[in-house]
C-alpha cells in the first residue's frame, strides 16, 4: 500500500500522467551523477516525502469535513456513494481516512505528541484511528511509543499490544443509515437511537438535521 493512499482493492483508478515528474525526477538523477552529488536528487525525494505525508493528511481531513458538512450540497448521494463515484475511494477507504482526521478533530491525541503524530505517514496513523474508534484506550507511554515509532510495521506492532486490552466499555459511535435511522455501536452492540428526515425538503429541517449530525459526531453512511 501506498505511504500517500491506504486504498482497497476494490478502489477504483483514477486517469493520471506522472510522465513529467518521472522526467524531472531523471533529470535530477542525471544532475547528480553529472555533479558527483547525491544532495541534489536527495533533496527531490526529501520533498516529494514531504508532500505525500501532506496530502495523505490533507485528504483525511477534506473527506471528514466533507462529511460533516455534506447537507449544505444539497446532493441527493449519499456521502460515501458520491465519494467512491467521483473518486474512486471505495467505502473501506473513506472510513479509514474519517477515522484518522477524526481523532484530530476530537482531539484523542494528547497536544505534545499531535506534531509527532502527524508526522507518520497516513498508513500508519490508521491503525492508531481505528483502535480509539473501536474504543481501545492509549495510555500515555503508549502514546509517546507511537509518537517515537520509525514505520508502519512499529505503530501496528504497538497497537496490536494496546489492544491485548479490551475496549472501554462506555465507547461509543454514532452512524446515520440514508433512510435516516440512526444506530449506536458500543462493546460489539448495536442499538438502535432514532431517527431523523434526511429527505425533508423544508430548510428549517434541513438545517436542524444537519446541525444534530454535525455537532453530534454521527457519520453518514
Known amino acids: 500500500m501506498s505511504d500517500l493512499l491506504v486504498v482497497s482493492n476494490l478502489d477504483q483508478a483514477l486517469d493520471s500522467d506522472s510522465t513529467d515528474t518521472i522526467k524531472w525526477v531523471r533529470q535530477k538523477v542525471s544532475e547528480s551523477i ?22 495523505g493528511l490533507g485528504l483525511a481531513c477534506a473527506l471528514y469535513l466533507i462529511n460533516r458538512n455534506w447537507d449544505t450540497f444539497g446532493i441527493d448521494d449519499a456521502f460515501q456513494d ?11 477507504t473513506i472510513d479509514r481516512y474519517l477515522a ?15 506534531s509527532q503524530i502527524q508526522q507518520h505517514n497516513i498508513k500508519a496513523q490508521i491503525p492508531i484511528a481505528k483502535a480509539i474508534e473501536q474504543g481501545y484506550e492509549i495510555e500515555k507511554e503508549r ?10 510495521n512499529e505503530v501496528s506492532k504497538i497497537v496490536r ?11 461509543l459511535q454514532l452512524y446515520m443509515d440514508r433512510d435516516g435511522s ?24 434541513k438545517k436542524a438535521v444537519a ?5 453530534s459526531g454521527i457519520l453518514r453512511r
Open 34 to 55: 553529472v555533479n558527483n552529488d547525491i544532495s541534489i536528487i536527495m533533496s527531490v525525494v526529501i520533498k516529494m516525502i514531504k508532500v505525500s505525508k501532506e496530502t
Open 82 to 92: 458520491y465519494i467512491f463515484i467521483t473518486s474512486g475511494l471505495h467505502k473501506h
Open 100 to 114: 484518522v482526521w477524526s481523532m484530530y478533530e476530537e482531539k484523542s491525541i494528547p497536544e505534545n505528541l499531535v
Open 143 to 152: 502514546w509517546e511509543e507511537l509518537a517515537g515509532a520509525t514505520d508502519y
Open 161 to 171: 499490544e494496546i489492544k491485548g486490552t479490551e475496549p472501554r466499555k462506555n465507547s
Open 182 to 205: 440512526i444506530k449506536g455501536y458500543s462493546n460489539n452492540q448495536i442499538y438502535e437511537i432514532g431517527w431523523l428526515d434526511p429527505t425533508d425538503d423544508d430548510e428549517i429541517v
Open 211 to 215: 446541525r444534530i449530525v454535525n455537532n
